[in-house]
T-cell receptor, first 110, second 114 residues
Framework: GQNIDQPTEMTATEGAIVQINCTYQ??????LFWYQQHAGEAPTFLSY????GLEEKGRFSSFLSRSKGYSYLLLKELQMKDSASYLCAVVYNQGGKLIFGQGTELSVKP | DAGITQSPRYKITETGRQVTLMCHQT?????MFWYRQDLGHGLRLIYY???????DKGEVPDGYVVSRSKTENFPLTLESATRSQTSVYFC?????????????FGPGTRLTVL
């Protein structure tokens, strides 16, 4: 299989920085996504990494190391509205199929 | 600009009944996907389609049937619903893997099988 592992839940404080890690099997890797999902809603796209390095987009950044099978999502200046589930998903081989991790439930406290 | 829609949004049915969940997208995206989302399992791919009349199995296809006679529609049918198929179902679409990697998700259908 193509196990994608991420922590089940995390808690952080408003205004702080949090890093959500994701590890995956490297064979056939063809890109990695991060999605945000609020309770009762559909996932929404945050980032896409296909090359090594850091991609920054406002308060959110995503990092990828293909050789290590590792990615993280970095959220800065946390806001209460950032409380959500964060889904790591990997494209293996061709065809656009995504394999998702179980998601990390982030709770932001005042 | 409707994007990607699903119907119904909520459905309650009984074991053994046939249920069809609808998915419609207005972007003429080539690829469409069906996922189910359950606590402890995240999103799992049921079936996907690369184009009209082309479908393929995902991770958990048993008990489901799909068709894609038109590019914009991708219905998912549970031929004989079971309680284990109680879940939230998401449809998604993708323009082309090489052109744009982002999948766009519909709002979801919450299905309960009694």
């Amino acid at each position: 299989g193509q196990n994608i592992d991420q922590p089940t839940e995390m808690t952080a404080t408003e205004g702080a920085i949090v890093q959500i890690n994701c590890t995956y099997q490297t064979s056939g890797f063809n890109g990695l996504f991060w999605y945000q999902q609020h309770a009762g809603e559909a996932p929404t796209f945050l980032s896409y990494n296909v090359l090594d390095g850091l991609e920054e987009k406002g308060r959110f950044s995503s990092f990828l190391s293909r050789s290590k099978g590792y990615s993280y999502l970095l959220l800065k200046e946390l806001q209460m509205k950032d409380s959500a589930s964060y889904l790591c998903a990997v494209v293996y081989n061709q065809g656009g199929k995504l394999i998702f991790g179980q998601g990390t439930e982030l709770s932001v406290k005042p | 600009d409707a994007g990607i829609t699903q119907s119904p949004r909520y459905k309650i049915t009984e074991t053994g009944r046939q249920v069809t969940l609808m998915c419609h997208q207005t972007w003429s995206h080539s690829y469409m996907f069906w996922y189910r989302q359950d606590l402890g399992h995240g999103l799992r791919l049921i079936y996907y389609s690369a184009a009209a009349d082309i479908t393929d199995k995902g991770e958990v296809p048993d008990g489901y049937v799909v068709s894609r006679s038109k590019t914009e529609n991708f219905p998912l049918t549970l031929e004989s619903a079971t309680r284990s198929q109680t879940s939230v179902y998401f449809c998604a679409s993708l323009l082309e893997p090489g052109l744009s990697a982002e999948q766009f998700f519909g709002p979801g259908t919450r299905l309960t099988v009694l």
